[in-house]
T-cell receptor
Framework: DAKTTQPNSMESNEEEPVHLPCNHS???????IHWYRQLPSQGPEYVIH???SNVNNRMASLAIAEDRKSSTLILHRATLRDAAVYYC???????????????FGQGTRLTINP | DSGVTQTPKHLITATGQRVTLRCSPR?????VYWYQQSLDQGLQFLIQ???????AKGNILERFSAQQFPDLHSELNLSSLELGDSALYFC????????????FGPGTRLTVL
């Protein structure tokens, strides 16, 4: 399974943008980049995913480098509720129909200051 | 609320025992995934079932087994429990038709004494 590298922790202020980096230099051409987050005492929650192009949704934006060896999750205006552990995951396309395997790393613990 | 339910919320048992964790996926979701989260190993994928059949396997021990029933609920069986099996066990479900998002349940906290 291809590996991702994230900073252990980051800190930001409420209502400011947050850029969470992820390095994945061994990514293969068909690996998708997924981001999940885990709020305290909860199960992980899907944030966003992409393959090659930048992606936006109501929660965040995902910026993918042209060589795909790194990506950045962007929270445009952080709130206290965004304090969580953010996981960057590479998902390989499996040959078996319907199969999906997410391999979580250690993630980045994001702290938001009021 | 993700729509995925897990029972029980907490489970305390002794070494050597066997337990069963239950998961009900979101209505209509065919895929169920099981994960283990411990302090030293982080969040680890165990196994996936799709419409009753095993589809993907991760770091699942031989002492652990899972199944998915015709009504799509799933059970994770853990036997010959060891202290190191103490962890949070999460179930997730995913819809069909190319949907890539997994919805996680609230987890079952297992404590082995």
């Amino acid at each position: 399974d291809a590996k991702t590298t994230q900073p252990n922790s980051m800190e930001s202020n409420e209502e400011e943008p947050v850029h969470l980096p992820c390095n994945h230099s061994t990514i293969s051409g068909t690996d998708y980049i997924h981001w999940y987050r885990q709020l305290p005492s909860q199960g992980p929650e899907y944030v966003i995913h992409g393959l090659t192009s930048n992606v936006n949704n109501r929660m965040a934006s995902l910026a993918i480098a042209e060589d795909r060896k790194s990506s950045t999750l962007i929270l445009h205006r952080a709130t206290l509720r965004d304090a969580a552990v953010y996981y960057c995951i590479l998902r390989a396309v499996l040959k078996i129909q319907g199969a999906q395997k997410l391999v979580f790393g250690q993630g980045t613990r994001l702290t938001i200051n009021p | 609320d993700s729509g995925v339910t897990q029972t029980p919320k907490h489970l305390i048992t002794a070494t050597g025992q066997r337990v069963t964790l239950r998961c009900s996926p979101r209505s209509g979701d065919l895929s169920v995934y099981w994960y283990q989260q411990s302090l030293d190993q982080g969040l680890q994928f165990l196994i996936q079932y799709y419409n009753g059949e095993e589809r993907a396997k991760g770091n699942i021990l031989e002492r652990f087994s899972a199944q998915q029933f015709p009504d799509l609920h799933s059970e994770l069986n853990l036997s010959s429990l060891e202290l190191g099996d103490s962890a949070l066990y999460f179930c997730a479900s995913r819809g069909d038709r190319g949907n890539n998002e997994q919805f996680f349940g609230p987890g079952t906290r297992l404590t082995v004494l």
